[in-house]
């Protein structure tokens, strides 16, 4: 399993769905931004593809 480098000035200052984004892309996993507040992620899995949706608010209540 290999690990992604969070010290990379490209992901300096980023949105957190934008980097998890950036971590689906690296493993090869479909995802799809619906927006700037959600991310839907589609992952193999030993029992079939695990489907997951993120969501983010850029404002604290």
């Known amino acids: ?3 992604l480098d969070f010290e990379d000035p490209s992901t300096e200052g980023a949105e957190p769905l ?3 984004e950036h971590c689906c892309h690296a493993r090869g ?3 799809e931004r619906d ?4 991310l839907m992620v589609a ?3 030993s029992w ?3 489907r997951c949706v993120f969501s983010g ?3 604290m209540p």
Request: charged share 25%; proline share 9%; no cysteine.
């Open 29 to 31: 996993w479909a995802f």
């Open 48 to 50: 079939g593809p695990t």
């Open 35 to 38: 927006g700037d507040e959600e």
């Open 1 to 3: 399993m290999s690990t």
């Open 57 to 59: 608010a850029r404002t």
């Open 43 to 45: 992952a193999p899995g």
């Open 18 to 20: 934008d980097l998890f």
